[in-house]
């Protein structure tokens, strides 16, 4: 995702939102983020994750990774 891009999915949220967080893997498999406020970012993340969560809960999933393959020097912040 170039800069251009974050740019502008940052601009359309900040429209129609007062908080939000941006998160997306590039083609290389590199994560990027972005926010407008750390604290409501954090709570926003959370959130999240509990929702996929309960989503996943009836899902058989095949682990092969601990890690689920991300290495951390493939996460980037912009």
Known sequence: MSNKSLKFIKSQ???HF???VVVAIDREG???WDY???MV???LMERSKDLL???ADGLELDDEDDDGGW???SILKI
Do not use: G, H, K, T
């Open 41 to 43: 970012a954090v709570m």
């Open 53 to 55: 969560e309960d989503d």
């Open 30 to 32: 590199n994560l990027i």
């Open 36 to 38: 407008n406020n750390w």
């Open 18 to 20: 007062d908080n939000f």
């Open 13 to 15: 949220l900040s429209e």
């Open 71 to 73: 290495e951390e020097d």
